[in-house]
């Protein structure tokens, strides 16, 4: 007669959590196939006589086998504090050192206490994982929620649709040993502790690419859309049937419940819960999405603890913000210093749309005035040489450092597109759009880019007019004609697989960092001729030069973002929409990325 193939599951629990994992262990019972033994562990510090028995009765001797292993020895050894928060215990970091604490074993099925199982738990446990480390599902909890999904990108630097949940999780012992997980994970947590999801967050930065993805049905969590007929169902978070009334696939817990005998006990104790203790725990995912924006805002903090690096002080109040700035008031001219002190006071005020600069009057276009198209050989010729005469111009300005240029981010991304493209940009400087010309010159597929400007633009004289009206400018019109005619230029150009700048902030704020609320021009020229919106956003640093207006030359990082499509399934007013979302919060995401804050404005220190 063939052995009997063994599936071996490990459990960490305190007294505290015992009912519910008698629960757990039922459910995994009432599906065991006669064909496997089922070893059971449960890891403990210190249980009871009483909690030992109530698990023991599951055991039949013929296929259910249960042991209790206390690590208490294990956790005095290590040489760090494992620390917890919140519901958290130090159970939960348990599961970490299993492949270490059972090196006759080769794999091991960790489960959380809070789940029940519908199908039979050794189709699970004999998935092939091939040279993973670890199996798992990716986190429902962090799909459903922007604060967790910037969290994970900031701090774990991972992409969140592969960050899995640790509450089932399939361990390749072999491989973890010879990964080295145990010296590895103590190595980390001498360094830092993440306080959001812990043990969690840590492996999966340890195992980030090295992590098998498993179906979605062997982790449901109650929250999101209802899936039909899980195979395993997981309470996460505050979403605890014994807590609360009306949770997702609750009947399905209290149907185990009942198998275990402690149905009726768990439904006492939910009575008993006050009010406010409920009240108190329905507002626990907001808490915990507010702690994530805290954390991630300390992504920079983090990722210097990890590497070793000293701790910078980078934070400031907005009134330290607003003394720094007026600490090189001094050295700017006057002209400078009025548009600094227009600037504070309208973001104060929340008018992001309008201008600070002090532009010359200027006369309305009107029907003649501009050849949209080049169709005229005079157009053509003026703008061959305008281009030809602006390159040669804004290199000597680089060569010179009047305009510095670190580099270009997600180049990638650029790659990407095939024919025509609106990209949209932050406007700080008339000199902002240079590192998009050259990045466009060395890596895109179409080399030819329009640029949509002001109508007092077009007609500002000097050598700067002289470019703004003839390297592929398309100026805006107040003239109702004229402004018919730019709209049919800009779907023409399109179509032909060119690029057109559009500035959606529609105010230029000089040497301004922040990303600006977005106008919905750009991205209904995008909807409308079903062509991609490519997001770009420069971030900037202090040079040690100075301008000839006092001000500090800044140098510049262009970051090309991942490109926005309109969707055919929306009407167009609903692709704006989106697209002009996803715009600003691919910007947001940049600016705190590289500036290591939180974006918030004068408006919210009221």
Known sequence: MAQQKVVRLFFTVDDNYITYLSVTIASIVRHASKKYKYHLTILHDGLSSKSKKAIRKFQNNKNIFIWFYDVTLKVHSLSVKLDVRDYYTITTYYRLFLPDLFPLFNKGLYLDSDIVVRDDIAKLYFTDLGDNLVGAVPDASVQLYDEFINYVHKVIEMDHTKYFNAGVLLMNFKKLREFG???????????????????????????????????????????????SEPFLIHYNLMFKPW?????????EFFKYAELAGVKNQILKNREAIPQEVTEKILQGVDGVKAFCNLEASKAEEYHQKINGEPVKEKYETMDQKIKRVDEIMPKLSP?????VNKIIELERLGKFDVDVENDPPYRHLMPGDVDYLR??????VKTMWANYYSYRFFKHMIKKGAIVIDGFEGIENLKRIKGGAVITANHFSPFDSIPLHLALRKYARCKKL????????????????????????????????????????????????????IYP????????????????GAFIFAARNNVPVIPTFITMRDTDKLAKDGSIIQAYTLHFLPAIY??????????????????????KEVYEKVYGEPLTYLTEAK
């Open 375 to 380: 169709k005229k050989w005079t157009s053509k």
């Open 335 to 339: 002209e400078r210093r009025e548009v």
């Open 181 to 227: 997980l145990e010296k590895r994970v103590v190595n980390l947590l001498k360094r830092v502790t993440f306080k959001v999801a812990q043990d969690q967050d840590l492996l999966n930065y340890l195992c980030k690419d090295k992590t098998l993805l498993l179906d979605k049905k062997w982790n449901v969590m109650p929250l999101g859309e209802r899936v």
């Open 566 to 587: 309109p969707e055919e399934r929306l009407s167009q007013q609903e692709n704006v929409s989106n697209m002009k979302k996803e715009n600003e919060r691919l910007c």
């Open 505 to 520: 902030e529609q105010s230029m704020w000089w040497n301004y960092r922040k990303p600006k609320p977005l106008k919905q």
């Open 243 to 251: 807590n609360l009334e009306n949770i997702m696939y609750e009947e």
């Open 450 to 501: 329009y640029k949509v400007i002001r109508e007092g633009n077009y007609t500002m004289p000097g050598i700067f007019g002289y470019f703004l009206r003839n390297c592929n400018t398309l100026p805006l019109a107040t003239n109702p004609t004229v402004l018919r005619l730019f709209q049919n230029a800009v779907d023409t150009i399109l179509h032909k697989g060119n690029y057109i700048l």
